[in-house]
Every structure is written in C-alpha cells, then in structure tokens.
C-alpha cells in the first residue's frame, strides 16, 4: 500500500443503503441526499455520482460552494439542489446561474432575496423553513401570516416547504412525545397553506426515517444514515452497510521494559515488559485525541490491539504484546473489518463523547480516499 494512511469508500455500500432505505419508504416518498460537508466525508463528487447513477434527483447542501460543486460536475439528471443554510445577498446571482434552491427562513432574509428576485427575469426557486419547536432556523409554525408572505413574492417560486427535528434520535417518552409535536405543528401548518402551491413537504432526517416510518411526506431528508452509520437511539430495522473504513500502517515495532512511560506526558506506563507499534495515524487524520487512555483499539492481523498513551497528531501507539509476527508496514484498521473481526465507527464515536457525523466529517483531507465500486466475495 502506498499510502501511511487511508479511507476505503465502499460505493457499492452505499447503493445498497439508498435501495435499502428506499424499501422502507412508502411508495410516494423520495429521497433528497443530504450530502453536505463533502458528503459525510466522503467525497461528494464520488457520493453524488454514485447516488445520481441510481435515480437519486434532489440533493441538499449546507453551503452554496458546495451546491455549485454538485451542479457544475453532476451528469445526471437532478431535479433540485438545496441549500439548507443562508446564502450572502452578494451571491444570490449565483443561485439563479447555477439554478440552485435556496431556504428562506425569515422574514428578513425573505425581504433580501424576494427584492432580489423582484429585479430578475426569472423565477428564484425556494423552499419555506417552518421551526417546529428546534429553534435553529426557520418561520415560527404559528405564524402562518409571516409564512403566507413568501408566496406574495411573484418573483419567488415556492417549491417546498420543510422543518426539522431535535429529538427524532431518542426514544425515551419526552424525545417521542416532543417529535410527534412537532410534526403535528407542521402538519396544522401545512393545512393551513392548502390554499397555496407549497410543493413537497419533508421533515425527516436519518433518525425521523428510521424511527418514524410511518410518516408519508413527499421527501425525506437522509443523511449520516446513506453512509450506513446512524447515531444515536434508532431501530435497527433497515439494513445499512458502513460505507467507509478507516486504514492506516505500522511504522516501526519494538520492545518497551516494564517502567518506561509511553509517548507524550507519560500518560502511559508500561506494567511488564511488552512489544509496542507505532501506528501512522494521529488527530490531524481525524482519530480522535479524546480517545487516549480510554481502551479505544484497533485490529492488526485480525486481532485487537489497545492504544496506549497520548494520540498524537500524526501517530499512535498501540500494544501490540500479544500479537506475533507483528512488522513494520502491517495494516492496521482503525475502523472497519479484519480478519472476521470488527470496529464500527459507533463505537469510536461513543468512546469519544460525540457521534458519528462528527467523527466522519473529520476525518481529514490528507486522508486519501480509495473508491470500491464492489466488494469482494466472502466465503
Ligand atoms: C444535516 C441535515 C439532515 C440530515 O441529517 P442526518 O441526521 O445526517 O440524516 C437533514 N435535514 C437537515 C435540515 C439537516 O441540516
């Protein structure tokens, strides 16, 4: 292998969880990708060539870069680009050349964009926020009066309309009694627009998909879930597959006597004598510091070696005391499967306080990312 370090992207995964979640849909629902943040990390071109290969038309984005980044490279079809996020007034001339879909989700940023709208040829299209109880962006759900402003703006082409959810990843009562708030509130909103075109409604991202499969709206919102990672309290119901695996190599093997401390501010100190690795991979490729001195491992040769000492920017150590033959230039996964055995992203997530959609998207640029359109056959 040629690379210290890398990421093995299983674009066939991928497939596999779009028709998987797909299955779960009812009939009418389609999926908008959320790929946002180099799609999870990715890779967005690879991601969105992938997914637009198999029929996915509607893509949603935080930032307009990465919406031109879709438009400009894309050969498939795509019905609609969304950007979630607030575009700069000084680029609204972009999202009518590159025919993106922008959030309006308040009443001054629709003053912006409908007087800019006002002064163009043609239309801008948009889809309404509605804030349901998150209180990040969007229109207060009781205020239908500021929400039926958007469609007084002839210029503005309203082509859906769409809330969040803050707790659709728990299960506990108070997590699903707050959802199910909130989706009633969209839906008294959404019956009360019925005198206007709102075009699709959606509302749920992976979690809201998983735990709420009952809703029926014209899209849903998968993120972190494409990339068969979900975080948080979820069913388990449909069938993902990891898209990513996380590699890197041994640097150098050798022995370490009992008493002397390992790596920066001898946070580790060996009890007995034992054979040490240095692994090639530190923070700056996306491995967590926080994971240090918490029993996190990794897999050489098939079998668990635990990391002792201090994750450093660009290397680790680990124990690799009862695993023979060990060399400079082995494998080693960080995430990922070897040799019968296995470490999801959860886990890693987990031991490090945060969540999957954190730990993916920092998983750094220097990280080269290999693409696998198949997977060998395991017998
Ligand atoms: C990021 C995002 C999603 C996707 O969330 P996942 O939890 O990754 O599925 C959906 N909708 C909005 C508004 C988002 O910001």
Known sequence: MKYRSWAIVHLDHLEHNVRAIQASLPSSTRQMAV???????????????????IGIQAFAVATIEEAIRIRTHLEYPVEEILILGRTPE?????????????????????EKIGQYAASQPVHMDVHIKVDTGMNRIGFSHN??????KVFAYRSLRVRGMFTHLAAADGLKMVDVDFTKRQIRRFDTCLQQLKGYDYGRAHVQNSAGIMNYSELNYDYVRPGVMLFGIPSGDVARTIPLKPVMELKSSITMVKKVKAGEAIGYGQAYVAKQDMMLATVAAGYADGYPRSLSGKGSRVLIQGQFATIVGRVCMDQMMVDVTRIKGVREGDVVTLVGEDGGNNIAMDTLSRLAGTINNELVCQISSRVPRLYRTHSPVLV
Do not use: C, P
Not at 38 to 52: I, S
Not at 90 to 110: G, N, P
Not at 143 to 148: F, K, S, V
């Open 35 to 53: 790929v946002k943040a180099d799609a999870y990390g990715h890779g967005l071109l690879e991601v969105t060539g992938t997914l637009g290969k």
């Open 143 to 148: 205020n239908i009066a500021e929400i039926e």
């Open 90 to 110: 000084e680029r609204f001339d972009q999202l009518l050349q590159f025919k993106l879909t922008q959030t309006v989700f308040s009443e001054a940023y629709l």
